[in-house]
Nanobody
Framework: VQLQASGGGLVQAGGSLRLSCAAS????????MAWFRQAPGKEREFVAA???????YYSDSVQGRFTISRDNSKNTVYLQMNSLKPEETAVYYC????????????????WGQGTLVTVSS
């Protein structure tokens, strides 16, 4: 599976962005898809994941502000981010695995190149 993330950019605190991740290469619909982020000097952290049948899991820090969704007809997963905070400035990565839900980056098999989100105060 090849993943291509897009949609990052500069936004003011409290603003919104929508990230997209386009997949190709294998049957997208059967994969668990997730978003992670990595700020400078920090470890990569889990943000949200969505299973092949729509099961969703969010990290506590984004619950209620971020929404993950997928369109299997377009082989694309989205991350709608609202009420962004400066501390959420990071490179956002999409990832995929063909197993059950996981929040651990090392358990994902495929990664996109990342898209930078910068939230100004």
């Amino acid at each position: 599976v090849q993943l291509q993330a897009s949609g990052g950019g500069l936004v003011q605190a409290g603003g919104s962005l929508r990230l997209s991740c386009a997949a190709s290469g294998r049957t997208f619909s059967g994969y668990l898809m997730a978003w992670f982020r990595q700020a400078p000097g920090k470890e990569r952290e889990f943000v949200a994941a969505i299973s092949w049948n729509g099961g969703i899991y969010y990290s506590d820090s984004v619950q209620g502000r971020f929404t993950i969704s997928r369109d299997n007809s377009k082989n694309t997963v989205y991350l709608q981010m609202n009420s962004l905070k400066p501390e959420e400035t990071a490179v956002y990565y999409c990832a995929a695995r063909d197993r059950i839900m996981s929040t651990h980056a090392r358990q994902y098999d495929y990664w996109g190149q990342g898209t930078l989100v910068t939230v100004s105060s």
